[in-house]
């Protein structure tokens, strides 16, 4: 695991490349707890739909459950950063999970990264985002300088829109993805 923002090649990265994910996983199980506290993460901000469970799954899962335990026993905080418009789709969710949430976020704007970090007292060098989506979740987390963690998108069938946006997506996943092996 990459350390994140911070150093000067990972800046000029993000001055070159906004649209770049510090590393991508195949989904958020792929990514260790212990690996994210070993690079001094300790607020893991997270994106609801298609990352952490399908659109429409009220409430998260026995798997999602124990992943988020793994965080905790490692010192990491998940905290819910959700764009869903239904008033109480993250609230649901997040208070089901028993972790903080914002809902409505209007990610890729920063506000609500911010605001995230400062309730839970993390500064951008100790906190990450992971989420499926590059124009939303990947280029909010790099405006706010935090470590930004690309997964595929749980289920793309059924939305005509989602297969259009991950067409456009897929060079910059393509790029990610040979930057992480280099
Ligand atoms: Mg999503």
């Not at 914002?102 to 990264?113: D, E, L, N």
């Not at 935090?146 to 939305?159: D, F, K, M, Q, Y």
Request: some cysteine.
């Amino acid at each position: 695991m990459r350390a994140g923002p911070g150093t000067e090649s990972n800046e000029v990265m993000t001055l070159k490349f906004p649209l770049l994910a510090d590393r991508t996983f195949r989904s958020i199980f792929d990514i260790e707890p212990s690996a994210l506290a070993a690079a001094g993460i300790r607020l893991l901000l997270a994106d609801l739909d298609n990352t952490l469970v399908p659109y429409g799954v009220p409430e998260p899962d026995e798997a999602v459950r124990a992943w988020e335990r793994a965080l905790k026993a490692e010192g990491v905080k998940l905290f819910i950063l959700s764009n869903n418009r239904k008033s109480d789709r993250a609230k649901r969710f997040a208070e089901a999970l028993g972790v903080p949430f914002i809902g409505h976020a209007g990610k890729p704007k920063t506000p609500s990264f911010y605001r995230a970090m400062e309730e839970m007292g993390c500064t951008p060098a100790q906190t990450a985002i992971v989420g499926d989506q590059i124009f939303t979740d990947i280029l909010g987390g790099r405006r706010a300088g935090v470590t930004t963690l690309l997964v595929e998108p749980i289920r793309l069938a059924g939305n005509p829109g989602r297969y259009l946006r991950y067409g456009v997506e897929w060079p910059f996943r393509a790029l990610t993805k040979r930057r992480n092996q280099a």
